[in-house]
């Protein structure tokens, strides 16, 4: 029964059933406990509680008892948690810092190592590796594959409670060891399950944008995109209705409807195209297909057609001429913004965060995930916007502005209203419709494609004209969208956004609970 469906919020029948006793007109009657400083992030708290204890503890400890003693110990035990760990990001976490200087590099490093480890796969400088899985972790190792990863979310959560749980109930091994399972094992194991799927991820970004879905469908339906319409796809598959059981079948059997499938995608994708042709419309999965591929797939006199080729000889003499000009601009720059230094300088013990040029982080991340400096036109417009028009705006003042501006969407991303959409979202994630989420039938690769094409498309619909233009240099949707399947592409392996998450989950743990890398002599003395 959800929370919606009963006469009173769960929480209250399951944390608060003695509130329910009072008159409905004592106003105790929906006076909870307060947790932080907001009722609404209050009241999801209590939800996730609430939901914890009735999946995970109650159907056995019921069995036993129906006293209230174990459940109000947990609640009392999460309130302090919860309230310590309030007080270190709202204190001592410079989130500037974390979400807009360490994050960002954090992903360029990440987009980096998967594009090299792309490369490199089948090379022989690539150890014999025939996995890209098993070259990128090569190149990037973690200590949740070397250790196991339930071994891994264990330790880091028990380190974390012995940090946040009061010298009490550090010290009660039992009660500790009951929360870290269940933090571990629960929360944290299911979210990384879910966010690492690619399916997950695209039908995320489905369900941010579904704004967007009648401009896209309009567009679709008109043929302004080119190839099959996916509306009907958007939402993710009921994983709560269970799948007929089917008889037990062998290998060769599954690698036979495996086969069948994709004969069958292809025969569908040929007539797609069949009709693509009869019609005059492109083909948007030509620019998805690998150049080698191409030129393989296409007759010899056609390998010299002018939009095939990538050297340009006017690019390389252009940046040429301009060399000495971009030295001339560079030093004009460092000799002109000295003064904002300076003004940072003696203002810093002022300023909240401290952090100038937060703009570059961002923009490096971008020119590496967007592939800019593989695309000479759009690498041009971009040295040219670093030469001359980003100087001149610092100058007058736009560098300072554009730090304000950053910190002030910070503020904004991490209010009250936004703290309540992660949690409702995490909630829907791991609990949809108030019931825990289950195994359901795999997602097909049929399915998955077509997810995949759909977020691609709504990202093509939701990026504002002017903003293409400069990230790709071009207004064409399906060459906008092939760009962006590109940028995507460290996102569909689940065993590489697994590094990642971890990667993530581990700089913020660092950022909150600085203590965790002290020597194991001073971080003791730190806990005493």
């Not at 001429?321 to 940072?344: A, G, I, K």
């Not at 000479?376 to 003042?397: C, D, E, N, S, Y």
């Not at 759909?454 to 233009?469: C, F, H, M, S």
């Amino acid at each position: 029964m959800t929370a919606t469906s009963a006469g009173r919020p769960l929480h209250l029948r399951l944390l608060f059933p003695h509130l329910l006793t009072l008159p409905k007109t004592d106003p105790r009657r929906n006076a909870t406990p307060v947790i932080t400083h907001s009722p609404a992030i209050d009241q999801e708290l209590f939800m996730y509680m609430a939901l914890l204890m009735r999946d995970f503890i109650h159907p056995w400890y019921h069995l036993v008892t129906q006293d209230q003693d174990l459940t109000d110990a947990i609640v009392d035990v999460l309130t302090g948690v919860v309230q310590q760990l309030e007080k270190r990001c709202c204190e001592q976490v410079d989130w500037t810092s974390l979400l807009l200087v360490s994050l960002p590099k954090l992903l360029t490093l990440h987009w980096r190592d998967y594009r090299q480890a792309k490369g490199r796969l089948h090379m022989n400088h690539a150890s014999g590796t025939r996995s890209l899985d098993q070259l990128f972790h090569g190149m990037q190792p973690h200590l949740a594959f070397q250790v196991g990863e339930h071994e891994y979310r264990r330790q880091l959560t028990d380190a974390v409670l012995l940090l946040l749980l009061d010298k009490h109930d550090s010290q009660n091994e039992a009660f500790r060891f009951l929360l870290r399972e269940i933090i571990s094992n629960i929360v944290l194991a299911s979210l990384t399950e879910t966010l690492t799927d690619p399916y997950t991820i695209h039908t995320i970004i489905c369900k941010l944008l579904q704004g967007y879905e009648p401009e896209l469908d309009a567009l679709e339906s008109s043929g302004q995109f080119a190839g099959t319409y996916f509306s009907a796809l958007t939402q993710p598959p009921d994983y709560q209705q269970e799948p007929k059981k089917a008889p037990p079948t062998t290998k060769e059997e599954d690698e036979q409807q495996v086969d069948g499938l994709f004969s069958k995608l292809r025969q569908l994708q040929e007539q797609q195209k069949e009709e693509r042709q009869q019609k005059g419309v492109g083909d948007p999965y030509d620019d998805l297909t690998p150049q080698t591929t191409k030129q393989q797939q296409q007759p010899p006199s056609t390998f010299a057609s002018p939009q095939q080729r990538l050297f340009s000889f006017g690019y390389i003499v252009l940046q040429v001429l301009l060399s000495p000009f971009r030295s001339l601009y560079f030093y004009m720059h460092s000799v002109l913004t000295q003064s904002q230094q300076r003004y940072h300088q003696v203002n810093r013990h002022e300023k909240k965060t401290r952090h100038a040029r937060l703009i570059e982080p961002i923009t490096k991340f971008l020119r590496v995930a967007l592939l800019v400096d593989d695309r000479p036109v759009v690498q041009w417009g971009w040295q040219m916007i670093a030469m001359f028009l980003w100087p001149i705006l610092r100058v007058f003042g736009g560098g300072v502005l554009m730090d304000k501006f950053l910190e002030q969407t910070i503020l904004y991303v991490l209010s009250e209203p936004f703290i309540v959409f992660y949690l409702r979202l995490g909630r829907d994630l791991l609990w949809p419709d108030g019931v825990l989420i289950q195994r359901g039938p795999p997602v097909t690769p049929l399915q998955r494609d077509q997810m995949r094409i759909r977020a691609e498309r709504l990202l093509v619909v939701a990026l504002p004209q002017p903003i293409t233009k400069t990230l790709f240099g071009t207004t064409d949707r399906d060459q906008i969208q092939s760009h962006l399947h590109d940028a995507l592409a460290p996102l569909q392996h689940k065993y590489i956004n697994k590094h990642l998450i971890y990667l993530v989950l581990d700089l913020a743990v660092a950022k909150i609970f600085p203590e965790l890398a002290l020597p194991p002599h001073q971080l003791s003395s730190a806990l005493s």
